[in-house]
Nanobody, 126 residues
Framework: QVKLVESGGGLVQAGGSLRLSCAASGRTFSNYAMGWFRQAPGKEREFVAA????????YYADSIKGRFTISRDDAKNTVYLQMNSLKPEDTALYYC???????????????????WGQGTQVTVSS
């Protein structure tokens, strides 16, 4: 079955950086778009970034544009989220996700994503 496992979260000071990883297994990784979402306590799940199955297209939430970069390494079946200039408001549980359909175009609509990881916690101190 499809499995997504996030890693790389932690505690960092404001202005610092972290790189999240999401390792995928269970199907041909290169055929599927990938996305990152986050959820802070008491808040709704929020789209962060997405990358197309080919890697040619990336999409970002306005709140993180210019600070975060999504990328993928199909040889390693892994998608990354490089987070720079972190702010306390970036504190959340970060999830990676992937749609059911091969070569589908998905962006910020969470309901288009079928598979989700367990999440990795990012905490940014002020």
């Amino acid at each position: 079955q499809v499995k997504l496992v996030e890693s790389g979260g932690g505690l960092v000071q404001a202005g610092g950086s972290l790189r999240l990883s999401c390792a995928a297994s269970g199907r041909t990784f290169s055929n599927y778009a990938m996305g990152w979402f986050r959820q802070a306590p008491g808040k709704e799940r929020e789209f962060v970034a997405a990358i197309s199955w080919s890697g040619a297209n990336t999409y970002y939430a306005d709140s993180i544009k210019g600070r975060f970069t999504i990328s993928r390494d199909d040889a390693k079946n892994t998608v990354y989220l490089q987070m720079n200039s972190l702010k306390p408001e970036d504190t959340a549980l970060y999830y990676c996700a992937s749609p059911h359909e091969s070569r589908a175009t998905v962006r910020q609509a969470w309901y288009r994503y079928e598979y989700w990881g367990q999440g990795t916690q990012v905490t940014v101190s002020s």
